[in-house]
């Protein structure tokens, strides 16, 4: 637990810097599609934030002790940077639909999903409220990863995927509720993303089955046609 805690933090740390040096999002290869989620959450993080600078300043004028007051001090920074490093880890960290048709999702630098494309079945835009269930997984075996308690987008799954929660605690679904800015746009790139890799995989098959085909006749007399042309031009020594 001490050792994810510290996982955690560090993620948070990297993420704000390079939210702050204004880099590109975090784990995005060459052709994978990025899906962004954070700017369903930014009046929620905008009224923590608040919160937090108000008792910060509240709490600092009230307790006259002075061990007192730094601590609490140093605890309500320590929740103003958390506020937004989690908001920064949303921003660069988003969800990425992978070239090969595989789907990551992601909630800043607490929970990271891996989909593979093999085990998607069928996407569909949906917008549903599912409160503060973070990451849990309901009866049916859906897994819900909301943005400010509302999911858009549904993965219905062909085999359950197995992921861990944002604790640490092994959990497994069959389906995945998750938020994304452009639900629409989310589940053309997945559908397109599944073609593409599908037509690869067709490609990739059909050429393995001509390379592995004996070659006909004709083929074989062009071989040894071509044999016989380099042989002639050869030089032709004769004996002494």
């Known amino acids: 637990m001490i050792g994810r805690l510290i996982r955690h933090e560090f993620a948070l740390g990297t993420s704000f810097l390079r939210w702050v040096a204004r880099r590109g999002p975090h784990g995005v290869r060459s052709g994978d599609v990025v899906v962004p989620y954070a700017s369903g959450q930014v009046a929620i993080m905008f009224g923590l934030l608040f919160a937090s600078v108000v008792e910060t300043v509240v709490l600092a004028l009230i307790?006259?002790?002075p061990i007192v007051h730094a601590i609490t001090l140093g605890l309500d920074?320590?929740?103003v940077y958390f506020v937004i490093a989690l908001h920064a880890s949303c921003a660069v960290r988003p969800h990425v639909i992978g070239a090969d048709g595989s789907l990551r999702?992601?909630?800043g630098a607490l929970l990271d999903v891996r989909i593979p494309a093999?085990?998607?079945g069928a996407v569909r835009a949906q917008r549903k409220y599912v409160g503060s269930r973070f990451g849990a997984?309901?009866?049916?075996g859906v897994a819900a990863i909301a943005v400010a308690g509302e999911t858009t987008v549904v993965v219905e799954l062909t085999a359950p995927v197995r992921f861990v929660r944002v604790l640490g605690k092994p959990a497994e679904a069959r389906a995945f509720r998750f938020y994304a800015d452009d639900a629409a746009a989310a589940?053309?790139?997945?559908?397109?993303?599944a073609a593409l890799a599908a037509a690869a995989a067709l490609a990739a098959a059909a050429g393995a089955a001509g390379a592995a085909r004996p070659a006909g006749p004709a083929a074989l007399r062009g071989r040894?046609?071509?044999a016989v042309e380099s042989g002639g031009d050869s030089p032709v020594h004769s004996g002494p």
């Open 63 to 65: 307790i006259p002790w």
């Open 77 to 79: 920074v320590w929740g």
């Open 105 to 107: 999702l992601r909630y």
């Open 118 to 120: 093999s085990s998607i």
């Open 137 to 140: 997984v309901d009866d049916e």
């Open 187 to 193: 589940v053309a790139a997945l559908a397109a993303a």
């Open 224 to 226: 040894v046609g071509n």
